[in-house]
């Protein structure tokens, strides 16, 4: 049927709804353990909405009720499907992918962040993706080591 047929609603809705694909990383998906439960968790959630949008009788509503939840399913599907889980790390002398490291900055501060996947890193919450510049410059250093440029360096002080 021609567009010239519907309300005009229809065809604004169409193109509201035409959302595109969230973005994927180029990097490999390392996960941990609790990343991959976390996205599977999300995938589940995106469908439940999508679901729930789906019985909504007015299609112009529906249409924009299920853009999200569709385009978030696909996005945690790709994600879940692509997943690299990567065991815990079993020593604490090198900073490695799961690791917790504690470090000091040039200005005094000190910080700590356990290194994650880029799905599950919050920095508020004291995670950090694996490619992440500070993670990058901390991964496969020592208690002692110092990595960065001069001026930016970071100590590191503890790897749990």
Known sequence: MSVAFT?????????????????????????????????????????????????????????????????????????????????????????AFGSTVTFSRDDGRVQTYRIVGEDEADPKAGSISFVSPVARLLLGKAVGDVAGPPGQELEITAIA
Do not use: C, W
């Open 7 to 95: 309300k005009e609603e229809s065809a604004e809705t169409a193109s509201e709804t035409a959302l595109p694909d969230r973005p994927v990383s180029p990097h490999p998906n390392l996960v941990t353990e609790a990343g991959l439960k976390a996205l599977e968790a999300q995938l589940a959630q995106a469908r439940e909405a999508y679901e729930t949008a789906q019985k909504i009788d007015d299609v112009n509503e529906r249409r924009r009720q299920s853009a999200n939840p569709l385009r978030d399913a696909r996005y945690f599907a790709t994600r879940v499907r692509t997943a690299q889980v990567m065991a815990a790390p079993t020593s604490a002398d090198t900073v």
